[in-house]
């Protein structure tokens, strides 16, 4: 039987943490704990409010999180404004197992009238997280020194105060008495609001990963994807339609482990022009949504003469979402292709088809399985199975995903894209499954 959880966005401080700190025998409980992804931002950006949701519980937990929150915001006075945060884009239901916990996202805007220091809570929660929204150069949080010795706190008393600390204790913490520099001096000095602008717009794409097998010679194949959004949302939480327009680049390469030089086989180069949305249309409290994606895509393989291979093609790919139970979602996501300019290579089609069939299921914070699927013309099929699990979920602990591929069929490469290639097994590291 399943544990039910409160499905408000308020946390619950639970006994059971004073009850592991003093022995006591209390009942588990499950809570969720708030904050913010950064401490300065100012009046109309976008900041991320986050949510670990942990299950101490004995049973697997279902939770659902609110497609909005509401936040408070204070000022030194005192005086409170009130906003609201939609659910970032991303899985809204997960089944927790016991000792274990699941991670959401609220995108907020901070409000015109928030100016200063802010004490920010969600509404019916008690954390405070601090943010504040001055300017950088006159922020009081991230650019405001800290003068003055380090005191001792611990050895202080409420008669004669907080002593100096021993300078052997602060020197070794690779400090001093003389002062200490603002926040913003450890992230170099100076916040960078045009990095800034292109680290919010950049994101991963296709599947990023390097693997190595093969049959009859060990080979690796590797890709690296990230799209690039190319315009910023006046208001995140409504963009227009020019908002979800993005070029992306993916390269695929094929390479030989096994001769005495360890030459490149052929590298695919794929830069593209594409619209997309995750979720276009999402029915009330129904767990089916749309998403799509249209575009425009180049791939070559930079060679030239009768080693030289490239192609155009527009295509649109509708997304198929069903969130199914446990905390997975099933993905079909077929990818139609017109072609053009293709005098290069005209019988591509005929060995890969004008769709690629794309099946996906993924946990949360767990097992993702990928199947592609191509057919052309007179049984020219090719097949590529991909797992991926994250190795923090291993004695590793550690970032990523352990991967394995398997391909079989035309067009593992653009330079052979007209020949067979037998059955490929390759294992790996992953970093976007």
């Given at each position: 039987?399943?544990?039910?959880?409160?499905?408000?966005?308020?946390?619950?401080?639970?006994?059971?943490?004073?009850?592991?700190?003093?022995?006591?025998?209390?009942?588990?409980?499950?809570?969720?704990?708030?904050?913010?992804?950064?401490?300065?931002?100012?009046?109309?950006?976008?900041?991320?409010?986050?949510?670990?949701?942990?299950?101490?519980?004995?049973?697997?937990?279902?939770?659902?999180?609110?497609?909005?929150?509401?936040?408070?915001?204070?000022?030194?006075?005192?005086?409170?404004?009130?906003?609201?945060?939609?659910?970032?884009?991303?899985?809204?239901?997960?089944?927790?197992?016991?000792?274990?916990?699941a991670r959401f996202e609220w995108r907020a805007v901070v409000p015109q009238a928030a100016v200063g220091l802010q004490a920010v809570n969600v509404e019916g929660d008690t954390t405070l997280l601090a943010l504040d929204t001055s300017p950088t150069e006159a922020g009081k949080v991230v650019a405001s020194r800290a003068d003055g010795p380090v005191l001792d706190a611990s050895k202080g008393d409420t008669v004669y105060g907080d002593p100096i600390a021993a300078s052997d204790d602060v020197a070794r913490a690779g400090s001093s008495h003389a002062g200490g520099p603002v926040p913003v001096a450890a992230l170099g000095g100076q916040t960078n609001p045009g990095f800034e602008r292109f680290r919010s717009a950049i994101s991963p794409y296709e599947a990023v990963y390097f693997d190595v097998?093969?049959?009859?010679?060990?080979?690796?194949?590797?890709?690296?994807?990230?799209?690039?959004?190319?315009?910023?949302?006046?208001?995140?939480?409504?963009?227009?339609?020019?908002?979800?327009?993005?070029?992306?680049?993916?390269?695929?390469?094929?390479?030989?482990?096994?001769?005495?030089?360890?030459?490149?086989?052929?590298?695919?180069?794929?830069?593209?022009?594409?619209?997309?949305?995750?979720?276009?249309?999402?029915?009330?409290?129904?767990?089916?949504?749309?998403?799509?994606?249209?575009?425009?895509?180049?791939e070559s393989n930079g060679k030239s003469g009768d080693d030289s291979r490239a192609l155009n093609f527009l295509y649109i790919q509708p997304e198929f979402n069903y969130r199914m139970g446990h905390g997975s979602t099933l993905t079909f996501a077929p990818r139609v292709k017109q072609y053009f300019s293709d005098s290069e290579n005209p019988d591509y089609r005929d060995y890969v088809g004008n769709v690629d069939w794309k099946l996906r299921w993924a946990q949360d914070d767990g097992l993702v399985l990928t199947g592609l699927y191509r057919h052309g013309k007179g049984g020219r099929n090719s097949t590529q199975l991909e797992a991926a699990w994250p190795l923090k979920r291993t004695f590793l602990n550690m970032n990523g995903y352990f991967h394995v591929q398997y391909f079989k069929g035309y067009n593992e490469t653009l330079l052979g894209y007209d020949q067979k290639t037998g059955s490929q097994l390759r294992f790996g590291l992953a970093l976007v499954p």
């Open positions: 039987m399943t544990t039910p959880i409160h499905r408000t966005p308020a946390a619950r401080l639970t006994t059971l943490s004073l009850a592991l700190l003093l022995g006591w025998n209390a009942p588990a409980w499950a809570g969720v704990s708030y904050s913010l992804d950064r401490n300065h931002a100012s009046a109309g950006e976008t900041v991320l409010v986050r949510a670990v949701v942990f299950n101490d519980t004995p049973n697997a937990l279902d939770w659902t999180a609110p497609p909005t929150i509401v936040l408070q915001w204070r000022n030194e006075r005192g005086e409170a404004i009130r906003s609201i945060a939609r659910l970032h884009f991303g899985a809204a239901e997960a089944s927790i197992p016991v000792n274990n916990f097998g093969g049959h009859g010679s060990r080979t690796a194949r590797f890709q690296i994807s990230l799209k690039y959004r190319l315009f910023t949302p006046q208001d995140p939480q409504n963009p227009g339609f020019l908002d979800n327009l993005y070029v992306g680049y993916t390269q695929t390469s094929l390479w030989d482990l096994h001769s005495d030089s360890h030459p490149f086989v052929d590298t695919s180069f794929k830069p593209s022009v594409f619209w997309r949305q995750d979720a276009l249309y999402r029915p009330e409290n129904s767990a089916f949504f749309l998403g799509l994606q249209a575009g425009v895509e180049h």
